[in-house]
């Protein structure tokens, strides 16, 4: 018999990493490559956290913790959702996770039974549909375009809508796009979840990277109702630059946070306890508005720049971004597959990015910038020749 479950087997690896790590390989081989692979930002964590962690580290927070997470980080995650996004939740809805994506993992496996459907604008970020697999649901990918600046429409949303339908996955400031949807499209959105008994996850993880006229809306504020069927999930990792840290956290009702916690307790238990040190000084210390004022208004130059040169690239077209760090770039009318195109971008021009097809459309790739300026440049240069080379 076939030594892996079907379940596991019928999961790829993910793209997103297989080019990255081809391009590090050709970097160890001593080749500049330009890398807009990362999904990452290129600053160290602020220093304030660090010497939490530290001090955590110092003072013997060495040892087990709750499943759920530190009690003190918990109230902190609490507060900060009242205070930021308007969300009524107590510490005890709140659960500490390695990462945004435990956090959406978690949701996942405790609120999917086999067959279940769930809800999934495309593109989206690679992980929504595998872990729907892994819990044996059935992803239901609803398409956008450019021309709706990749946001489905409340309609669109209705449409998909069956009687297995159980989730709808919502991630605005979106990666792979960098969209961010209005309030006013958010509560668009909310009705049609409350009209059909939905439930949803609204990945929030990008929150904290707006640019020009964005406003971020938790869904789950929009009225009590709906908060009582949403889990926000969100994470240190891309505002505070705290990637390697792995902390993130979901905030859920009650008995939805004892299901996720004790899932936790069988597979991760907590996380590293002096780590969630340096999280309660992120979230406390008003040192931290600043640092992230900071990474946000260099992100948003890149962005400016970045836009500027690639809406005169001949042969690719591309909708100003209002969040996160990506640029989606569409290259339908260059003819080749995202792959293909990235494949020979990295390969001949030493220029790395993830192809569109990872976030299920083939005819754009993504570029980050969080890379520095320097870097931007550079790599937009060899990005022009060689689409200049394909026209
Ligand atoms: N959600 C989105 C949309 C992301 O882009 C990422 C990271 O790339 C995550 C969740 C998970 O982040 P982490 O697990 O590093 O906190």
Same mark, same amino acid.
């Given at each position: ?32 490559? @330009? ?33 759920? !997470?530190? %009690? ?64 044996? $649901? ?20 209705? $449409?998909?809508?069956?009687? #297995? ?28 979840? %409350? ?5 949803? %996850? ?7 990277? +707006? ?8 869904? $789950?504020?929009?009225?009590?109702? +709906? ?18 840290? #792995? ?41 931290? #508005?600043? @640092?992230?004022?900071?990474? #946000? ?36 009318? +260059? ?6 195109? @990235? ?12 192809? $569109?097809?990872?976030? !299920?459309?083939?005819? @754009? ?17 060899? +990005? ?8």
């Amino acid at each position: 018999s076939q030594t892996l479950s079907q379940r596991v087997a019928q999961v790829p690896a993910s793209m997103t990493l297989v080019i990255a790590a081809k391009g590090k390989a050709m970097q160890a081989e001593g080749i500049d490559v @330009c890398s807009f692979s990362a999904g990452e930002p290129d600053f160290p964590t602020p220093q304030h956290i660090v010497e939490a962690a530290k001090r955590a580290l110092d003072e013997g927070k060495t040892r087990y913790g709750p499943a759920a !997470g530190e %009690l003190q980080l918990r109230e902190a995650i609490a507060q900060k959702l009242q205070t930021d996004n308007q969300l009524d939740v107590s510490p005890q809805q709140i659960q500490v996770t390695n990462g945004g994506k435990q956090a959406i993992y978690n949701a996942i496996t405790a609120l999917i039974n086999p067959g279940d459907e769930v809800i999934i604008p495309a593109p989206y970020w690679v992980s929504y549909p595998e872990m729907v697999k892994l819990a044996e $649901g059935v992803p239901v990918i609803l398409p956008t375009s450019a021309e709706s600046n990749y946001k489905i429409t409340p309609e669109q949303l209705k $449409g998909a809508i069956t009687e #297995r339908t159980k989730l709808f996955v919502l991630n605005s400031p979106s990666n792979p796009t960098g969209m961010v949807y209005s309030p006013a499209e958010i509560r668009a959105l909310a009705q049609v979840v %409350l009209d059909h008994n939905l439930w949803v %996850l609204s990945d929030e993880i990008y929150e904290k990277l +707006l640019y020009d006229d964005a406003e971020h809306l938790s869904i $789950g504020s929009v009225s009590p109702e +709906l908060g009582d069927r949403t889990i926000t999930c969100s994470g240190f990792a891309k505002a505070y630059s705290m990637t390697g840290w #792995r902390l993130g956290y979901l905030a859920a009702p009650l008995p939805l946070i004892k299901a996720t916690s004790t899932l936790q307790s069988h597979s991760t238990s907590n996380v590293c306890t002096f780590a969630q040190f340096g999280a309660i000084s992120a979230l406390r210390d008003p040192k931290s #508005r600043d @640092c992230i004022e900071q990474m #946000r208004q260099a992100f948003d130059k890149r962005r400016q720049y970045m836009y500027d040169r690639l809406s005169q690239l001949p042969g690719t077209s591309v909708v100003k971004p209002k969040g996160a760090f990506y640029m989606y770039v569409n290259i339908s009318k +260059l003819g080749l597959p995202s792959y293909e195109f @990235c494949e020979r971008l990295l390969e001949e021009h030493h220029v790395a990015a993830i192809p $569109g097809i990872a976030f !299920g459309t083939d005819d @754009c790739f993504r570029l980050s910038y969080a890379t520095d300026l320097a870097s931007v440049e550079k790599g937009l240069d060899r +990005l022009e020749t060689f689409v200049q080379g394909i026209n």
